[in-house]
């Protein structure tokens, strides 16, 4: 079964500095991956997504992130955090060419400090 | 800018009973998905549904589960006979074309089974 990683429950940042949080899936073949960002008190948001191609792929808030095959691995980085970047974050894992059944990290709980 | 919204955002019932859980999906999209998450645990896809029927679920919902777009506005969960283990928050999401365009997520309903 495929299973996703997020091996940093809490990070922490100061304000401006870069970021990256770190996912890590178990899947044999290469998965549509996924980032969701979630607020205080408010449901998921879509970052970013990538199904094939480019393997650094864009999102949205400034947001970037890398796919790299070999570590079975999809980072999400931000080279300035700001403060409003406080919030959960949860990588996502779908078989890719099977049915829509994503698999999601615990998350990675970010904290800026101004 | 259209949400998705659901009622209630808090709801309190005891074992046994059946409760209903109520969304508003956004209002010209067709995909309609529900996801729990326990209280300090990972995001789980529960189901999704297309076209008034189900198009995929996860293991998670069982019989127990059942869900219903009765009317051209409303998405529906029903969980019959809840458990306490039932208790977590529970997201509805929309889409306008399918799973892997961006799903928009409500703010959630937090069930508590005592």
């Known amino acids: 079964a495929q299973s996703v990683t997020q091996p940093d429950i809490h990070i922490t940042v100061s304000e401006g500095a870069s970021l990256e949080l770190r996912c890590n899936y178990s899947?044999?073949?290469?998965?549509?991956l996924f980032w969701y960002v979630q607020s205080p008190g408010q449901g998921l948001q879509l970052l970013l997504k990538?199904?094939?191609?480019?393997?650094l792929v864009q999102g949205i808030k400034g947001f970037e992130a890398e796919f790299k095959r070999s570590q079975s691995s999809f980072n999400l980085r931000k080279p300035s955090v700001h403060w409003s970047d406080a919030a959960e974050y949860f990588c996502a894992v779908v078989q890719s060419g099977g049915s829509y059944i994503p698999t999601f990290g615990r998350g990675t709980s970010l904290i800026v400090h101004p | 800018e259209p949400e998705v919204t659901q009622t209630p955002s808090h709801q309190v019932t005891q074992m046994g009973q059946e409760v209903i859980l109520r969304c508003v999906p956004i209002?010209?999209?067709?995909?309609f998905y529900w996801y729990r998450q326990i209280l300090g645990q990972k995001v789980e896809f529960l189901v999704s549904?297309?076209?008034?029927?189900?198009?995929?679920k996860s293991e998670i919902f069982d019989d127990q589960f059942s869900v219903e777009r009765p009317d051209g506005s409303n998405f529906t969960l029903k969980i019959r006979s809840t458990k306490l283990e039932d208790s977590a928050m529970y997201f509805c999401?929309?889409?306008?074309?399918?799973?892997?365009?961006?799903?928009?997520f409500g703010p959630g309903t937090r069930l508590t089974v005592l």
């Open positions: 990538y199904f094939s191609g480019d393997t």
């Open positions: 209002s010209n999209h067709l995909y």
């Open positions: 899947y044999g073949a290469t998965p549509y």
């Open positions: 999401a929309s889409s306008l074309s399918g799973p892997y365009n961006e799903q928009f």
């Open positions: 549904f297309y076209n008034n029927e189900i198009s995929e």
